[in-house]
């Protein structure tokens, strides 16, 4: 009875071991095909089972082959831009960051030439000065005993003259001797000496010429220096104060004055690029308070060591602010060309894909349609563009924008 039923059900009288088998093998072919339709049935559904019931067909997604390709329809095509490879010419340079600094090449720190004591402070911090303008007044008591020994030696000399004179007369009437004569004229011209070096020595203290003629004419002593600004600048630190006791060379000077027509940007370069760099390269700076300008400037030195512990080099530049717009501590970029540009293929910024591994891939066609995916090596970037290393040739298709997207649909359509 049951051979008759299976002889019903499968239309032979086969052997049930014969059938057995046959049942096996029509089970994994129809085992396969669910398989290979459910790896499948993601790309085109309604091929299969046909559109839903009652509703129009939907579009087709995207299509992947192995994990490499994949087809995209033209309403994914709109997140896309396809463009042929270019080449493109990118600047052999490196970058670094640093800051802005005072020249100090042009910074000068303001002292009196002697020692003394504030009188008055004119100049304000930020203010910006001129050449032989007034910074501040000094009761100087070295002052006062110059001035006492040039009006002396001023009265010296008058006095030996009027006696060579007289011995001079003298002699003409035979009323003295040459010996008399000539110990006069000793006599004067150590006195002629002896004021012209007290006159230079107020001099060194800024007293003018008629200052000077006024003082030996008074007889009166001046004891007030007033200490003036060396050079056309901004005074960018002032410690002066009415009564504060200054000298020379002090740790702290009384003003600082510096030319702010260049500044000095300061950047720690890798010790790996430090032989790519020169003296009077020059550098493009660019400043986070200034958002899209750029700032000219050369290498003006180059560290002579490596810091031990972050093996970078400092390189010091000098750039050009006419507008005294840089302000010491400012935050830079800095941009210097090492060699000639090279030229290699390029993709834009959106047209390249960082894969989970780190790789970096690109997405090539040749119908605009199927993009397959593309194992790629980058190098430089810049203005938004990307050097193609390997991986691709110059007027092959590629996804110039949207690549991401393309990476995202055929995740999608692999899960």
Same mark, same amino acid.
């Given at each position: 009875m049951m051979r008759a039923n299976l002889r019903y059900l499968w239309g032979s009288?086969?052997?049930?071991?014969?059938?057995?088998?046959?049942?096996?093998?029509?089970?994994?072919?129809?085992?396969?095909?669910?398989?290979?339709?459910?790896?499948?049935?993601?790309?085109?559904?309604?091929?299969?089972?046909?559109?839903?019931?009652?509703?129009?067909?939907?579009?087709?997604? &995207?299509?992947?082959?192995?994990? @490499?390709? #994949?087809?995209?329809? %033209?309403?994914?095509?709109?997140?896309? !831009?396809? *463009?042929?490879?270019?080449?493109?010419?990118?600047?052999?340079?490196?970058?670094?960051?640093?800051?802005?600094?005072?020249?100090?090449?042009?910074?000068?720190?303001?002292?009196?030439?002697?020692?003394?004591?504030?009188?008055?402070?004119?100049?304000?911090?930020?203010?910006?000065?001129?050449?032989?303008?007034?910074?501040?007044?000094?009761?100087?008591?070295?002052?006062?005993?110059?001035?006492?020994?040039?009006?002396?030696?001023?009265?010296?000399?008058?006095?030996?003259?009027?006696?060579?004179?007289?011995?001079?007369?003298?002699?003409?009437?035979?009323?003295? &001797?040459?010996?008399?004569?000539? @110990?006069? #004229?000793?006599?004067? %011209?150590?006195?002629?000496?002896?004021? !012209?070096? *007290?006159?230079?020595?107020?001099?060194?203290?800024?007293?003018?010429?008629a200052e000077m003629d006024r003082m030996i004419k008074e007889r009166r002593t001046d004891p007030v220096l007033t200490v003036t600004s060396p050079i056309d600048g901004r005074v960018t630190a002032r410690n002066a104060q009415p009564g504060l006791l200054v000298q020379p060379g002090s740790s702290t000077a009384p003003y600082t004055v510096s030319d702010l027509s260049t500044m000095w940007m300061q950047a720690f370069v890798p010790e790996t690029d430090s032989p790519l760099l020169r003296v009077g390269q020059p550098v493009k700076v660019k400043v986070m308070a200034f958002p899209g300008r750029v700032f000219d400037g050369k290498v003006t030195s180059i560290g002579a060591t490596v810091d031990a512990g972050t093996h970078r080099v400092l390189v010091r530049s000098e750039i050009q602010d006419p507008h005294h717009e840089l302000r010491p501590g400012m935050f830079t970029s800095f941009e210097i060309r090492t060699g000639e540009p090279i030229r290699s293929p390029a993709l834009t910024v959106d047209g390249v894909v960082r894969e989970g591994d780190g790789t970096m891939t690109a997405w090539v066609t040749a119908d605009r349609k199927r993009f397959t995916r593309r194992v790629v090596k980058i190098g430089l970037m810049q203005d938004d563009v990307i050097q193609i290393v390997d991986g691709l040739r110059p007027g092959e298709l590629a996804a110039t924008e949207g690549a991401l997207f393309i990476s995202n649909a055929a995740a999608m359509s692999g899960t």
């Amino acid at each position: 009875m049951m051979r008759a039923n299976l002889r019903y059900l499968w239309g032979s009288a086969v052997p049930i071991d014969v059938k057995s088998a046959a049942i096996g093998a029509t089970a994994a072919a129809v085992v396969v095909g669910g398989l290979v339709l459910g790896l499948s049935g993601h790309t085109q559904p309604t091929a299969l089972y046909g559109p839903p019931a009652g509703g129009p067909a939907s579009a087709p997604a &995207a299509t992947v082959r192995g994990a @490499q390709e #994949v087809t995209l329809n %033209q309403g994914q095509m709109q997140h896309v !831009k396809v *463009a042929p490879v270019e080449e493109r010419d990118f600047a052999n340079r490196r970058e670094a960051i640093g800051n802005v600094d005072f020249n100090e090449e042009r910074s000068v720190q303001v002292f009196p030439t002697n020692q003394g004591r504030i009188r008055r402070a004119f100049a304000r911090i930020g203010e910006d000065v001129r050449k032989g303008q007034p910074l501040f007044e000094i009761d100087s008591p070295d002052l006062v005993q110059a001035e006492s020994t040039l009006i002396s030696t001023a009265g010296t000399r008058e006095l030996t003259t009027r006696a060579l004179q007289r011995a001079r007369g003298l002699l003409e009437i035979q009323g003295n &001797a040459q010996k008399d004569v000539d @110990q006069a #004229v000793a006599d004067q %011209q150590t006195a002629d000496a002896a004021y !012209k070096a *007290a006159r230079n020595a107020v001099a060194i203290f800024g007293k003018s010429e008629a200052e000077m003629d006024r003082m030996i004419k008074e007889r009166r002593t001046d004891p007030v220096l007033t200490v003036t600004s060396p050079i056309d600048g901004r005074v960018t630190a002032r410690n002066a104060q009415p009564g504060l006791l200054v000298q020379p060379g002090s740790s702290t000077a009384p003003y600082t004055v510096s030319d702010l027509s260049t500044m000095w940007m300061q950047a720690f370069v890798p010790e790996t690029d430090s032989p790519l760099l020169r003296v009077g390269q020059p550098v493009k700076v660019k400043v986070m308070a200034f958002p899209g300008r750029v700032f000219d400037g050369k290498v003006t030195s180059i560290g002579a060591t490596v810091d031990a512990g972050t093996h970078r080099v400092l390189v010091r530049s000098e750039i050009q602010d006419p507008h005294h717009e840089l302000r010491p501590g400012m935050f830079t970029s800095f941009e210097i060309r090492t060699g000639e540009p090279i030229r290699s293929p390029a993709l834009t910024v959106d047209g390249v894909v960082r894969e989970g591994d780190g790789t970096m891939t690109a997405w090539v066609t040749a119908d605009r349609k199927r993009f397959t995916r593309r194992v790629v090596k980058i190098g430089l970037m810049q203005d938004d563009v990307i050097q193609i290393v390997d991986g691709l040739r110059p007027g092959e298709l590629a996804a110039t924008e949207g690549a991401l997207f393309i990476s995202n649909a055929a995740a999608m359509s692999g899960t």
